[in-house]
């Protein structure tokens, strides 16, 4: 009897303790964004901004910081000012913590990079209730009042990589008959299946993925040549942090035969997909999609180590949550959807990409 007081005690005290902590990591949470706010204003007393804005993204990598400048352009064109939230505070934050603060700071809007989770549904339920419109952007919450979408066509965007999954294959046949006709073949051995290799996020709650994997099986399946085989196959990455996710690829590497072509959904298993094959010596033997066109995946596209990689014009992404956010403030509406354009880079026209790099740097 007294074991069970005292387990119920000690289950007491530890939920105490969990909503204590909470309560506390809000408080200071609203208090620095309210002071940050505050001396934001003091400082730009010059200019009266109609709207204050938040975007949330999760991680400051280098497309968020490029969605986030054409989102603050873009404001700046509406005269209203765009914050990028995740750059104020460090990154012991969840996204879920910086909605639950850009919500009590009472913020004009909100753009966040969200999922399919109960909790976002909630919170985004919540923003809406207390008058502020919320942008999703990239990955959607289709079950909540979120005003719009901005993001990709993922079936779009999974049918260009199937298109160059057969591109590689082609090309790959090309060789393989000219080194043939330099040596006589002894005997006739059947093909062996092209092994597909997809690296998606084992975090992600949304359909998006699904979608994207659908369109480069269907398109690979119409358009493949007769008599080709391809087996592909969905790999989950760990994203929970920068270390995991490399950690987890690096496991491929290390472990069982590699594939003849890796797919990478995202700019960070790209750059670490990228640097194992390097590592490990594996250039020429393993061919790379990519995903953005951080300078990294360009020079490595230059340096025929990546194959292609999928290019997003993000100052746009930026553009439209900004877009969505000003025609629902001012009419009570705005699209459901905005679908931002996409590009591929490879080999024939990385050039193009090499100058603008070299332009801005002057």
């Known amino acids: ?3 069970k007081k005292l387990k119920k005690k000690t289950y007491m005290w530890y939920l105490i303790m969990t909503i204590l902590l909470i309560v506390i990591t809000l408080t200071v949470g609203v ?12 400082e730009q007393d010059v200019n009266q901004y109609d709207k204050y804005y938040v975007m949330i993204a999760g991680d400051d990598s280098s497309l968020w910081q490029s969605v986030y400048e054409g989102a603050y352009d873009a404001g700046l064109q509406e005269n209203s000012y765009v914050d990028l939230l995740d750059g104020v505070f460090d990154k012991s934050y969840s996204k879920e913590d910086l909605m639950r603060i850009a919500i009590a700071s ?20 919540e923003a809406v209730e207390k008058g502020i419109p919320v942008v999703t952007l990239y990955g959607d919450n289709t079950h909540s009042a979120r005003c719009s979408f901005v993001g990709i066509g993922s079936y779009d965007l ?15 046949t090309i060789q393989a008959e000219a080194e043939a006709a330099e040596e006589p073949i002894e005997e006739t051995t059947a093909a062996e299946p092209v092994k597909v290799m997809v690296l998606v996020n084992a975090n992600a709650m949304d359909s998006a993925q699904n ?3 659908s369109g480069i099986q269907d398109t690979i399946e119409r358009e493949k040549p007769e008599g080709m085989q ?3 196959s969905l790999v989950p990455i760990d994203d929970e942090n920068a270390f995991s996710v490399e950690e987890s690829i690096r496991d491929i590497f290390r472990e069982g035969e590699l594939p003849d072509i890796i797919i990478c959904l995202n700019e960070l298993n790209t750059t670490c997909v990228y640097q194992a094959v390097v590592d490990y010596n594996k250039v020429g033997q393993v061919n790379i999609l990519g995903y953005y066109d951080s300078d990294t995946i360009i020079k490595a596209i230059d340096r025929n180590v990546i194959y292609a990689t999928i290019s997003i014009d993000t100052k746009q992404m930026g553009k439209f949550c900004v877009e969505a956010l000003t025609e629902y403030n001012t009419y009570g509406n705005t699209s459901q959807y905005f679908t931002a354009d996409i590009a591929l880079i490879n080999k024939r026209n990385v050039a193009l990409y090499m100058e603008g790099d070299e332009e801005d740097e002057e």
């Open 1 to 3: 009897m007294k074991e």
């Open 31 to 42: 208090s620095v964004f309210s002071y940050y706010i505050n001396h934001f204003t003091k």
């Open 106 to 125: 009472e913020v004009d809007g909100i753009i966040v990079v969200a999922d399919e989770s109960d909790e976002m549904t909630e919170l985004i339920n």
């Open 158 to 172: 999974g049918r260009e990589y199937g298109r160059q999954v057969l591109e590689i294959v082609d090309n790959t």
């Open 211 to 213: 979608i994207l994997c």
């Open 230 to 232: 391809f087996e592909m």
